[in-house]
Nanobody
Framework: QVQLVESGGGLVQAGGSQKLSCAAS????????MGWFRQAPGKEREFVAA????????YYADSVKGRFAISRDNAKNTAYLQMNNLKRDDTATYYC??????????????????WGQGTQVTVSS
């Protein structure tokens, strides 16, 4: 049984930082690329960032580029999302996901087959 468990969400002031973690179990973590998505109230879930299985490649949505950093520690079966200079528009539930599909499909939700339960990030002004 594959499980992904996010942690690290909470309330943060605008301009602040937060680091999310995603602990994976049930499959060989290092064989799959990881992604982070988010969903704000009343909006569709959107892609945030992805990282290749080795960690050598990363990709970001334009809205977070330069502010967020995705990373992974395959020895710990954990992926991370470091979020800096947070804005109110970053308020959302953040989900990590893992997928076996090709890297070229990294921004597509259907490319990911397992998802975490989500962690709430609220940015206050």
């Amino acid at each position: 049984q594959v499980q992904l468990v996010e942690s690290g969400g909470g309330l943060v002031q605008a301009g602040g930082s937060q680091k999310l973690s995603c602990a994976a179990s049930g499959r060989t973590f290092s064989n799959y690329f990881m992604g982070w998505f988010r969903q704000a109230p009343g909006k569709e879930r959107e892609f945030v960032a992805a990282i290749s299985s080795s960690g050598g490649r990363t990709y970001y949505a334009d809205s977070v580029k330069g502010r967020f950093a995705i990373s992974r520690d395959n020895a710990k079966n954990t992926a991370y999302l470091q979020m800096n200079n947070l804005k109110r528009d970053d308020t959302a539930t953040y989900y990590c996901a893992t997928g076996p599909s090709a890297w070229r499909q990294k921004t597509t939700e259907s490319s990911y087959d397992y998802w975490g339960q989500g962690t709430q990030v609220t940015v206050s002004s």
